[in-house]
């Protein structure tokens, strides 16, 4: 059984951002990207998704929470810093490298 449902992984984002999830997956299995990695990055995506809809203090990120094109350097951070909070600091490096792939 594959690790990874995209469909699945996704099914709790905006079309908007699944859209992207979508093309972003197809443009690193193109890369050759295992598996695992592709995973990865793709839930750190999902969760800084997740974290805008419902944990963000920022009036802005329910805009952010519905279009990745307006998260901002500031969303990022704080769902960094919120990483860190309720996750371990390798956990939370782990995220911002995948982020940092889906932003590039």
């Known amino acids: ?7 699945q992984l996704t099914a709790d984002v905006s079309h ?4 992207f999830l979508r093309d972003w997956d ?3 299995r193109s890369a050759n990207y295992p ?7 793709l839930l750190a995506a999902v969760q800084l998704a997740r974290y805008l809809a419902e944990h963000s203090p920022d009036p802005d990120a329910d805009a952010a929470a519905e279009d990745p094109t307006e998260v901002t ?13 309720t996750r371990s600091a390798s956990t939370a490096l ?9 932003f590039k």
């Open 1 to 7: 059984m594959p690790l990874l449902d995209l469909d």
């Open 73 to 85: 350097k500031a969303h990022v951070e704080s769902f960094q810093a919120w990483m860190i909070e």
């Open 94 to 102: 782990n995220k911002h490298k995948g982020l940092q792939q889906f």
């Open 16 to 19: 908007i951002w699944a859209g």
């Open 35 to 41: 598996e695992t990695t592709r995973y990865n990055y």
């Open 26 to 28: 197809r443009s690193l």
